[in-house]
């Protein structure tokens, strides 16, 4: 894990990781955005770090956003888990 201290408990953390053909990327940021990429794909030659990549798309996606939604969206747009995780 790295993380970014800001003081005050402000602080973004984020962590990113690898098995054959596939990459992945969480993070935590200080005003509370998390996020988790999984991708299909791996550089097996180890020349290609993708996490620098997905970062900077991330970032740039969350720059774009104006508004966040005022209720959790999640069962509306799966509807399988409006009951909950219980089967």
């Given amino acids: 894990w790295e993380v970014r201290d ?7 953390t984020w962590h990113n990781g690898s098995l054959p053909s596939t ?10 955005w998390d996020y988790a990429v999984i991708l299909n794909r791996r550089d097996e030659s180890g020349q290609t770090d993708y996490s620098a990549e997905v970062d900077n798309a991330m ?5 774009q956003i104006s ?4 209720t959790d ?7 399988l888990f409006r009951a909950g995780f219980d089967f």
């Fill in 67 to 70: 508004s966040w939604p005022a």
């Fill in 23 to 32: 990459t992945s990327y969480v993070v935590r940021t200080q005003d509370g």
């Fill in 6 to 12: 800001y003081g005050g408990g402000a602080r973004n």
């Fill in 73 to 79: 969206a999640f069962p509306e747009m799966l509807p």
């Fill in 59 to 63: 970032w740039n996606a969350y720059a």
